[in-house]
């Protein structure tokens, strides 16, 4: 049981390039959130996802997008890299509305 | 949404409880209150959550007030390992369509040895 996985842990990209963040979880969880956290700032919701097939905006989804084509990924791609997204950027998910969330280790994202 | 307030920043003594508060006074019934904290270059933790009555479990207690309108996170006995941003959010079982988990600035506890 390896919780939320997210890959990979850190990356630079420069203006304008494509990539996408990966998250995992093996709890069949069928919750999944993306955040956002700048430096010395709180998390921001980007998506979220309340299982297979169903996403939805968060408070900060412009140049972002996401897939759920399984209960157990929720990849989160950014096209057009630009340096306003250099952040850290965190995966969760949790088996209902309230019960406990579970966050991945961070992607640590620099656009240069 | 109903929104919750806490305090920027706390210190507290290592080895000394910890009382944390949140003001939440647009609650509605079907709300819970949730608390998570972020140790440093980690990801947010789940502490505890409940609905009406006081809550216990390893890492903390929740006491609720009476009209629900705040709550109190108690650390019973603060550890350097304490020290992290604690959020207090509000979740709502049955707002089809509110399923967001949003966080709020939090408060940041120091802890003094």
């Known amino acids: 049981n390896a919780g939320v996985t997210q890959t990979p842990k850190f990356r630079i990209l420069k203006i304008g390039q494509s990539m996408t963040l990966q998250c995992a979880q093996d709890?069949?969880?069928?919750?999944m959130y993306w955040y956002r956290q700048d430096p010395g700032m709180g998390l921001k919701l980007i998506y979220y996802s309340v299982g297979a097939g169903i996403t939805d905006k968060g408070e900060v989804p412009n140049g972002y997008n996401v897939s759920r084509s399984t209960t157990e990924d929720f990849p989160l791609r950014l096209e057009l890299a630009a340096p306003s997204q250099t952040s850290v950027y965190f995966c969760?998910?949790?088996?209902?509305?309230?019960?406990?969330?579970?966050f991945g280790q961070g992607t640590r994202l620099t656009v240069v | 949404d109903a929104k919750t307030t806490q305090p920027n920043s706390m210190e507290s003594n290592e080895e000394e409880p910890v009382h944390l508060p949140c003001n939440h006074s647009t609650i509605s019934g079907t709300d819970y209150i949730h608390w998570y904290r972020q140790l440093p270059s980690q990801g947010p933790e789940y502490v505890i959550h409940?609905?009406?009555s006081n809550v216990n479990n390893r890492m903390a207690s929740l006491a609720i007030a009476e009209d629900r309108k705040s709550s109190t996170l108690i650390l019973h006995r603060a550890t350097l390992r304490d020290a992290a941003v604690y959020y207090c959010?509000?979740?709502?079982?049955?707002?089809?369509?509110?399923?967001?988990?949003?966080f709020g600035t939090g408060t940041r506890l120091t802890i003094i040895p």
């Open positions: 709890m069949n969880h069928n919750y």
């Open positions: 969760a998910s949790s088996y209902e509305l309230n019960t406990e969330a579970f």
């Open positions: 409940g609905l009406t």
């Open positions: 959010i509000l979740r709502d079982d049955f707002n089809f369509g509110n399923e967001k988990l949003t």
